[in-house]
């Protein structure tokens, strides 16, 4: 049975606790990473502090001064616009050590409710100083990049999913990296580069696999790392195709498709298409409708890429 990001991470971190005593677990009264069922196995190391994600953080903060590495979960949504100014102030100005995760990210969440559905949450953390982003893309990275994150020390904000998507990696063959993008694909003549983050990245191979048949083709690169964003990698595929495209579960304004062209403007200017949630609020829906209606599947990747590389071959 296909797991979520989630509930695939937070099910690690349990494991994980079984031999690692020094962290503890802070919840926010929901349910959304099965740490509300961490105090069933360690009842002296999970707080629960109801739908109160300023306190929740607040808290955090207040015991990390202290030495000790606390994870949060709670709603991405609540955790970057309600608990912001903790997050910012009280967790990152003074560098804590505090893991935050946040559920229910993007329109794979679209049939809890237009409410829950956080589409700017990359935006507004990757702004925040001395904060570190991560998002796995499947529940196999998902599961490795727990065990690093637990290793990590500072904020750190892990973007997790609602619902279950396919994997895309072997656990044998993924490696992760904070801070170093993963090449999913490498064609010798490449004509063009897609560029994404998180749970997208399946229908992104799978629109390189159908451009591939018409002869066209496009290198992979999966950054699970959003901030520190691996810039030589960018730069490399910019220089190596000349037409890009980024693709994420999040709004395209200042997100991660941002972030990709704020690098290239600065260093090598490039033709870039953006894939992602369009300038809106997340909707009530089916995910494939809201993606539909975003221009996020797999034939609005593969029209992007084509008109990327129009717009290469008249600027050459």
Known sequence: MMLPTRIVFGNEIIEIAKENEDFVVFNADTKTCHLEHFEESFPNRAYSFGIAEQNL?????????????????????????????????????????????????GLLTGTEGASHIAVEDLSIMRAIPNLTIIEPSDAVSARIMAREAI?????????????????VHQEEDYHFTIGKANVMRNETNAQVTFL?????????????????????????????????????????????????????????????????????????????????????????????????????????????????????????
């Open 196 to 316: 994404v983050t998180g749970i997208l990245l399946g229908k992104v191979l799978e629109a390189a696999e159908h451009l591939q048949e018409e002869g066209i083709a496009a290198d992979v690169i999966e950054f699970n790392t959003i901030k520190p964003l691996d810039e030589e990698s960018i730069i490399a595929a910019a220089k190596k195709t000349g037409a890009l495209v980024t693709v994420e579960d999040n709004t395209i304004l200042g997100g991660f498709g941002a972030a990709v062209t704020e690098v290239l403007s600065e260093t090598i200017p490039t033709p870039v298409k953006r894939i992602g949630i369009l300038d809106s609020f997340g909707e009530s829906g089916a995910p494939e409708e809201l993606y539909r209606k975003n221009k996020m599947t797999v034939e609005d990747m593969m029209e992007a890429a084509r008109m990327v590389i129009a717009l290469k071959k008249e600027r050459s």
């Open 57 to 105: 953080l607040g808290a955090a903060a207040g015991m990390a001064s202290c030495g000790t590495k606390v994870i949060v979960a709670t709603y991405s949504v609540f955790l970057c616009l309600r608990a912001c100014e903790q997050v910012r102030t009280y967790v990152c100005q003074p560098q804590f050590d505090v893991m935050m995760l946040g559920t229910h990210a």
């Open 151 to 167: 290793k990590f020390k500072g904020p750190l904000y892990v973007r997790l999913h609602f619902a279950p998507v396919p994997d």
